[in-house]
């Protein structure tokens, strides 16, 4: 339950960067659109780029937070929206390789936003929703 509702909100992130950025876009979606049709398509698009996005941030992230964690210091922690956006650039090029593609034109300018994008909108959802895992508490 905890994944499902992980994805949806990645899912709502990155439509949120997709609409706010003119370089970010999701295509290729296009056989499955007229499988289906254009909305459940879109929605469709987005969870399967929010799933890739989960996978990256799930095992190459912390591999490359730890490894720049000296720069990340010394920049204040600035340096970890440069790591977030080359999340976003990893899941844009693993997502070449399905049908649906996540297209970034520019790393500096739309990947940094988009990470930042994502960051925030990511955040103020997980405030929103209420944690799936229950509380627990000291049995005496």
Do not use: H, Q
Not at 76 to 95: D, E, K, P, R
Not at 112 to 119: E, N, S, Y
Request: net charge negative; charged share 10%.
């Amino acid at each position: 339950m905890r994944f499902l509702v992980r994805t949806i909100v990645n899912a709502l992130a990155l439509a949120a960067a997709a609409i706010l950025l003119p370089g970010l876009s999701i295509s290729g979606s296009g056989a499955l659109a007229s499988a289906i049709g254009d909305g459940p398509a879109t929605v469709v698009a987005y969870l399967v780029i929010a799933v890739v996005f989960g996978v990256v941030n799930a095992f190459v992230k912390p591999i490359v937070a730890f490894v720049s964690t000296p720069l990340t210091c010394l920049t204040l922690g600035l340096f970890s929206i440069v790591v977030n956006a080359l999340m976003i650039a990893l899941t844009a090029w693993l997502s070449e390789f399905t049908p649906i593609v996540l297209e970034v034109d520019a790393f500096f300018w739309t990947a940094v936003l988009a990470a930042i994008i994502v960051a925030v909108v990511s955040a103020v959802l997980g405030w929103l929703l209420p944690d799936s895992a229950p509380e627990r508490t000291a049995e005496r």
